[in-house]
Each structure stands twice: as C-alpha cells, then as structure tokens.
C-alpha cells in the first residue's frame, strides 16, 4: 500500500495562520450580555443530524480573526463549520480516528514554533475567544481529513504504471531504484474508550518495560503470554515508501531486533517491533520510489484537488439544515 506524500500539519497551519498570530493584547473576545450569551447554546445549522451552535461559530470567527480574515466572519466561520462537520462525519464512518496525544503534539508544536509555551498558547486562545479546546478540534480535523485525502488517492491508483517505471529505469541506464524492506510485527496494549482516562498512563508503562525487555520477534509472543489485553499482528514485510507516516520516523530510526518507542493510538498504546530490515531492488520498488518522487513534486497540488473534489461529493450527499 504506497503513501502520498502530503502537507505535513505544520505546513497546513501555518498556511492557514500565516507566520505567526496576532498579539494577544490587539483584542479580546468581545463580552456577550447574559440575552447574547443564554443564545450562544442555539443551534445555527445541522449537518446530517449534527448540529453546530452559535458558540461554535463565535469562536470559529475569532479564530478567522486571529488569522488576518475579514468580510463576513460569521458567514465564513459556518461554512468553515459545515465544510469540519462533513469531514468529521466522514472521518467516523471510514474509522479515520486521531488520538488525543497526536492532538497534543501538534498544538505544542504550534507553541514552540510561535514562540509559546502550551500554556501562554492557550491563554492567548482564551483571551482571543477561540479556547484552545476549537483550536484542537481543528487540528483533528486537519490531521484525520489529510489521511482520507491520502487513502483515498491510494484507492484510486495513483501509482506509476509499472510500464512508465521500466521507461524511467531504462533512461536511467537500466538501474532500479532500492528501499528498505521491513519486516514488522505491531503490539497493542489495548485501551477501552469506557476506561481509557484511567487506565492509559498505566499501559504506557506496561508499553515502555515490555519493550526494554524485548528480546527478538522470535521470542514476542512468548512474551506476551499471560498479560491482559495484550496483542500482536504480525505485519509481513513492507516497503519503506508504503511506511505509515505516524510510524515512519520511528521505523527508520530503529534497527533491527527493537522496537519503537511506543506511541499512543485510537486502540490503546502500540509499538512497532522491527523484525529485519533489508534492501531490495525490483519492479514493485521501482513504482512505488518513482511514486513517492512524483507526488514530492506536485504533492501540495494533487492534495487540494483530491480534498476539493472529496469535500464536493460530501457537500452534494450531505443534509443541512438551518433551524
């Protein structure tokens, strides 16, 4: 399964942001009276069955705000809105999930890079009328609606023909290109939603002693025996290029008979244990390296028109209504 190469988030936001945010101290969020703020609840529009109030409106238009926007906020703020809700709806009906901890990341890596810390972040939000809580649900969205985008391209084969491949292989004197093959076993420590608040820094741990005892792939599930909720797929072999982009770093950067450090997931708490690693060379490689080289190109541009033309057929099938 081959990976396009989109727009890292860091990139997203900060097109959408701009360099860096408004100060602080230009403005606040306006006060509303005890009538605007008992009508903030209201809904304003409904989105196959979900609704979105005026509150969230508000604070979508003090984030357009932050951004330099101008015209009618409000207005762009509920389409901005609609635009999230049919994502987000998308997004739970393909099982499309982001974590709370890729979540929090993200957004202290939007601090760091604008000069904050995580919580001088979040009180800039709150002053500004947007709370870091819409700013995080925003960066959800952008994170999950960038992984449909990118299976979606993958489903409608997007690959190098492997004819065009062997063209390119004989202009280049008949030399195919290598990647690294991976062979990857994956632990889960599982997490139920019902308890993951109270269980999750606990199976951390469990995560981080099972992995300093690791001793091989030939040993994992001997390991295993006996804990509770703990399980391992055995993942075959894959292409460097086909890595998922949450876990390549962390695959490259371990060596064979190690795992990865464990990350938390929509599942629990999970690791990669890297089995072997070796080179290969072939016609499979072929396609999915000039792929891969392909989309770095003209990855930004195939991204919005795959996301426009998805957003589309969204819009088109969707309910809205307007109370």
């Given at each position: ?69 101008t015209g009618n906020l409000a207005a762009q703020a509920k389409?901005?809105l609609i635009e999230d809700m049919l994502k987000r709806v ?234």
């Amino acid at each position: 399964m081959k990976k396009m190469k989109t727009r890292s988030l860091a990139l997203i936001i900060a097109s959408m942001l701009g360099a860096t945010f408004l100060s602080a101290d230009a403005f606040c969020a306006p006060k509303a009276s005890q009538t605007e703020s008992s009508g903030l609840t209201a809904v304003a529009v409904i989105v196959n069955g979900n609704a979105i109030t005026n509150y969230d409106i508000q604070r979508r238009a003090a984030f357009l705000r932050l951004q330099r926007k101008t015209g009618n906020l409000a207005a762009q703020a509920k389409d901005e809105l609609i635009e999230d809700m049919l994502k987000r709806v998308e997004m739970k009906k393909r099982n499309m999930d982001v974590s709370d901890d890729e979540v929090d990341k993200a957004f202290a890596g939007f601090a760091e890079r604008n000069h904050m810390t995580v919580a001088q972040l979040t009180d800039m939000l709150s002053k500004a009328g947007v709370t870091a809580e819409h700013f995080k649900n925003y960066i959800r969205v952008q994170m999950g609606w960038g992984r449909l985008v990118s299976a979606r391209f993958r489903a409608e084969g997007g690959m190098v023909s492997e004819q065009e491949a062997v063209q390119r292989m004989l202009k280049n004197g008949g030399v195919k290109p290598t990647a690294n093959e991976y062979e990857l076993q994956q632990v889960i420590f599982v997490v139920p939603n019902n308890r993951r608040s109270a269980i999750l820094g606990k199976r951390k741990q469990d995560a981080e002693m099972f992995r300093s005892k690791f001793s091989g792939c030939s040993n994992l599930k001997q390991q295993a025996t006996g804990m509770i909720d703990v399980t391992i797929r055995n993942l075959g072999r894959v292409l460097e290029p086909q890595l998922p982009e949450e876990w390549e770093k962390a695959v490259k950067a371990t060596p064979a008979g190690r795992m990865t450090p464990p990350q938390e997931t929509p599942r629990g708490v999970e690791a990669l244990a890297v089995c072997n690693i070796k080179k290969v060379s072939d016609d499979k490689v072929a396609q999915l390296v000039f792929t891969v080289q392909d989309n770095e190109k003209s990855g930004d541009k195939k991204a919005e028109d795959l996301s426009a033309k998805y957003l589309k057929e969204l819009r088109e099938k969707a309910r809205i209504e307007n109370p």
